[in-house]
């Protein structure tokens, strides 16, 4: 690998996904839009489920199950499907897991690398636009059935609030008002989101909200997991505010698990 | 037939050299020590905009001195030889050593290949993982790295700035007197610098992932008191 200098005529600017093609760079296509067969009978792909994003008083809170399947299978039971996407937005995945973690890693940088060059971080319109033409590349894969629906939140510093956008498989993105899910339970996670929701929640309300719709999702949906409280794993929950991507202990979230299900044993007895 | 004259390759060499030099001593100078929790970099930059320090990854940093678009050039492609690496690898693999290298290449080719040597004096500095260690690479006009591992200073009168700050320095200094220290012998006798005339940063282990943070208005007018 040289410096990669370019003359001024051709030079990428602060696009890393740009950069990244380049032959003299790395010559990969990122998210590999290549693809020209579908993925046979035989061939399973492993797959992430639901993830939810509500907005609260002081900002987002962002929450993702942690299990993905392959077909019928469990094939991993602590994968994680939000990550930090910089330091004021969050971002979650549902879908094949493969590509889709390559789209956040690709995603990641591409933010960072426009705040380097630039100087100055994008705006979070910016950052949900970039990550919709991600996804629109990958359009060919999506069709041959490896799909990746991601999912937005973040803080926007310059209004002073949390946004939230969800996305399909063109690469169409919507800024949700309040509360977004999606994935194989994001139906039932919305809805309970959608019952639960009120504006100007506290944050332990947002995160108990959060958990509470991931555990709906879980008591539907095969393929979303619950609180696993034999191995000890639990949903990632993360709050964005102004200070920040924080992902929320697994303590506090196995706390708040623990106070949900009590209160529902208890309601359930005759 | 016109035979070309012949010029030694001595004085070709001298020439260039000379051309840098100038070019870089018409600029303001740089000052990067190690301190107690990371790196500090001060340069004398009456700008709010236009860096002549900033990020490059986690844990490293860039400044240069000289004419600002043939740094500002160096420091984006150092941006992407490290945010490509990362992407290709892993983000432990980048490291200053290989960068050092690759710019004190360039620099070299230009100097001896092309019509005009860069008039420019780079830095970079990065905090090593795993330890706690510092290690700055000044790399200069013609190609020439040097590895400092307690402070550089790059830019016109070097001789005279690295002389005040060398009987400034102290081992395990903290921020705050690492800071004055620069500031004074940036600005020698006769002069006193403002945070208005300075460009401040620093490569802290306190930072988290990116160590890279630039101290702003207050903040450093605020360390400046003695």
């Known amino acids: ?119 100055v971080a994008l705006s979070l319109e910016g950052k949900a636009n970039q990550l919709g033409q991600m996804v629109r590349d990958h359009l060919p894969m999506a069709m041959q059935g490896l799909a990746v629906v991601p999912l937005f939140a973040g803080y926007d510093l310059r209004r002073g609030t949390g946004r939230i956008f969800t996305y399909d498989v063109t690469g169409g ?5 309040d509360h977004g899910a999606t994935g194989s339970g994001g139906r039932d996670a919305r809805t309970t989101i959608k019952l639960g929701w009120s504006a100007d929640m506290s944050r332990d309300a947002a995160i108990e909200l959060a958990v509470r719709a991931l555990y709906e999702a879980a008591d539907e949906d095969s393929a979303t997991g619950g609180p696993d409280l034999v191995r000890g794993i639990f949903p990632v929950v993360a709050t964005v505010t102004s200070d920040g991507y924080e992902r929320a202990g697994d303590d506090e979230v196995a706390e708040r698990f623990a106070a949900l299900v009590g209160r529902d044993r208890r309601a359930e007895r005759p | 037939m016109t035979m070309p004259f012949y010029v030694a390759p001595e004085q070709v060499m001298k020439d260039r050299a000379e051309y840098a030099q100038k070019g870089i001593a018409r600029g303001r100078s740089l000052v990067a020590s190690v301190y107690d929790a990371g790196i500090l970099i001060v340069a004398e930059n009456p700008s709010r905009t236009l860096h002549k320090v900033s990020e490059i990854y986690d844990r490293m940093a860039f400044a240069g001195v000289g004419k600002y678009n043939e740094f500002d050039q160096l420091r984006v492609a150092g941006v992407r030889h490290a945010d490509l690496k990362g992407f290709a690898y892993s983000r432990e693999d980048v490291d200053a050593r290989s960068l050092a290298n690759l710019y004190a290449q360039y620099l070299g080719n230009v100097f001896t290949h ?17 330890g706690d260690g510092a290690q700055i690479y000044h790399i200069s006009y013609d190609g020439t790295v040097t590895d400092e591992d307690l402070f550089a200073v ?69 360390r400046l008191q003695p």
Do not use: C
């Open chain 1, 1 to 119: 690998m040289g410096l990669p200098l370019f003359p001024p005529g051709d030079d990428p600017g602060p696009n890393f996904s740009a950069l990244v093609q380049r032959p003299e760079a790395l010559g990969t296509t990122p998210l590999g839009s290549g693809a020209t067969a579908p993925p046979g009978p035989g061939v399973t792909v492993r797959h992430a489920t639901t993830v939810a994003a509500l907005r609260y008083a002081q900002g987002v809170v962002m929450a993702g199950d942690r299990r993905a399947t392959e077909g019928n299978l469990i094939a991993h039971r602590g994968i994680e499907k939000v990550f930090p996407a910089d330091r004021h937005s969050a971002v979650a995945i549902a879908g094949a897991a493969g590509p889709a973690i390559e789209m956040v890693k690709l995603f990641q940088t591409q933010l960072e690398h426009y705040e380097k060059v630039e100087g």
């Open chain 2, 114 to 130: 092309e019509m005009k040597p860069l008039e420019v004096e780079i830095l970079v500095a990065e905090l090593t993982d795993p």
């Open chain 1, 173 to 177: 993105h919507y800024e949700e008002a």
């Open chain 2, 154 to 222: 790059l830019g016109g009168e070097t001789d005279t700035i690295s002389e005040r700050f060398s009987s400034a320095y102290a081992d395990g200094w903290d921020l705050d007197t690492a800071l004055r220290a620069a500031v004074t012998a940036l600005a020698g006798p006769d002069r006193t610098l403002g945070p208005g005339d300075l460009e401040v940063a620093v490569l802290s282990r306190a930072n988290g992932r990116r160590a890279f943070r630039r101290l702003l208005n207050d903040e450093l007018a605020r």
